[in-house]
């Protein structure tokens, strides 16, 4: 199964439409995984061995134009930064761009505006993925639903699939082999008052990308056995802590799956660590916060940052404890 037999199944007659606009604009909002999507099944069209849960960032997230040029090859700025068009990161766009194109064009301007520092574990690429499938859709007016676009962005990055929508989001991992049963869906549960703090302990690009530390790690880690168990279970729990509206329960599971999922990594071969010096400080600086009796739990992704989650009547501790901290309310 390749990406194009994927594309060729959602779009059928719209394959190689051409375009109904000349400029379109997509924002698509960033979300962090509290049960996290960790090795895939299918490599190819991004298939994941579990389903996963995340929670997206409202208005933090990436913005994508699309202005149609007269050349035979794209150009691409991202924030406002004219990008050097052999980098993995212009490739990996222009890769993408090109599954839905025929090679006579239409080439573009893509103005890329993203809200968060890229590749430092901070789900640019999915946000970044969703808004590009976004414009698509609405360049070449394919009409299709959230579902079908959630399948496309999928091809892209696999947790771009979640970025389709705001809240709580569940992406089913699917049976199928052409994963056209591999989507997003969002759990409707509005939850104000919960935040979420961004701890940029290091804005670098990270050196193992997410793609081959999971790839390692199915490979090699004698632990990944255990991981589709324990995402079965905080699944579960994760759900039962949304419907209850219970925090403690949500922030635990989150902490506990996160560390499951490095705990994973660590044990790959060779080694990988995200983590730097300053991201284990901050644990044991959240981990001492509760002991005092605040409620604050983290979560950490493909990179050396955290991601705080508390309630807003602690707002003012936490950022009293964490100075730095960039505090969303994704609800709000
Ligand atoms: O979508 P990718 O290939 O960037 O992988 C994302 C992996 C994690 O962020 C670590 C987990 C997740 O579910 O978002």
Redesign the pocket.
């Known amino acids: 199964m390749k990406k194009s037999d994927v594309i060729q199944s959602i779009l059928k007659n719209y394959v190689n439409s051409l375009p109904h606009h000349n400029t379109v604009t997509a924002f698509a909002p960033s979300n962090i995984?509290l049960c996290?999507?960790?090795g895939k099944r299918n490599q190819e069209i991004n298939l994941p061995v579990t389903s996963?849960l995340?929670i997206s960032l409202g208005k933090t997230g990436a913005t994508t134009t699309l202005t149609m040029n007269e050349t035979l090859a794209d150009t691409i700025f991202l924030n406002n930064q004219l990008m050097d068009e052999t980098s993995e990161f212009s490739k990996k766009i222009i890769n993408f761009i090109n599954l839905f194109r025929q090679t006579s064009g239409p080439y573009f301007d893509i103005q890329l505006q993203s809200d968060i520092p890229i590749a430092a574990g901070l789900?640019s690429?999915?946000c970044g993925f969703a808004a590009l499938v976004l414009a698509l859709n609405n360049l070449y007016q394919w009409n299709l639903s959230l579902q079908e676009l959630s399948i496309l962005a999928r091809l892209g990055?696999?947790?771009?699939a979640r970025s389709l929508w705001q809240g709580f989001v569940e992406w089913h991992a699917g049976v199928r082999d052409d994963g056209m049963d591999s989507f997003a869906e969002p759990i409707p549960v509005v939850w104000p008052e919960l935040c979420m703090g961004l701890l940029i302990v290091s804005d670098k690009e990270k050196k193992v990308s997410?793609?081959e530390a999971m790839q390692r790690t199915v490979l090699t880690s004698p632990f990944y056995s255990v991981w589709p168990k324990k995402v079965n279970d905080d699944l579960v729990l994760l759900k039962e802590a949304i419907k209850d509206k219970n925090f403690v329960l949500l922030g635990q599971t989150s902490e506990s799956n996160a560390l499951a999922?490095h705990a994973t990594m660590q044990t790959a071969s060779p080694s990988i660590m995200y983590s730097l010096p300053e991201t284990i400080l901050a644990m044991q600086k959240v981990w001492q916060l509760r002991k005092e009796g605040m409620i604050i739990y983290f979560t950490q992704?493909?990179g050396p940052n955290l991601k705080l989650l508390f309630l807003q009547n602690d707002i003012s501790l936490i950022q009293h404890a964490f100075p730095q901290l960039k505090i969303l309310q994704p609800f709000i």
């Open positions: 995984a996290k999507y960790w996963s995340s789900a690429s999915a990055s696999g947790s771009a997410s793609r999922m992704d493909a």
